[in-house]
């Protein structure tokens, strides 16, 4: 994980993520914590997981986007080294009004990366460039 994140949220995603490969499952435990720190965004995120809506998009040189498909059928643009997310929500909520960690699109990323549960979409760097302008148009 990144040290963006606060250091007991990185340290329950690292106990996720242990626990999920010994066991194939994420204890209740794990899970109460992660409804503690992350609040409203926990549930609705590990649904994305659970629908496999997490896909890591990679080029040749290694450049790596993530796009979450939303509950809404909007794909958003994730970026896990800086934890932002395309969507309003992580405008609004985390970066506006700072009641959130993250947005459920990023906190589906880190899980999916902790449970393994990511698609896989390799990609020319211009298909992934197309993909970053893509999303700037969207905003601008």
Known sequence: MDSTLPAVAEELLKE??????????????????LKFIFGPSAVPALDLVDQRSVTRVTSPSGRTAYQVLGSSGKLYTCYSSCHFCTCPAFGFTVLQKSESLLCKHILAVYLSQAMGACQELPVSEEQLTSILLAEEEDEG
């Open 16 to 33: 996720i993520k242990k626990a999920f490969q010994e066991t194939s499952h994420v204890p209740d435990d794990l899970l109460l914590g």
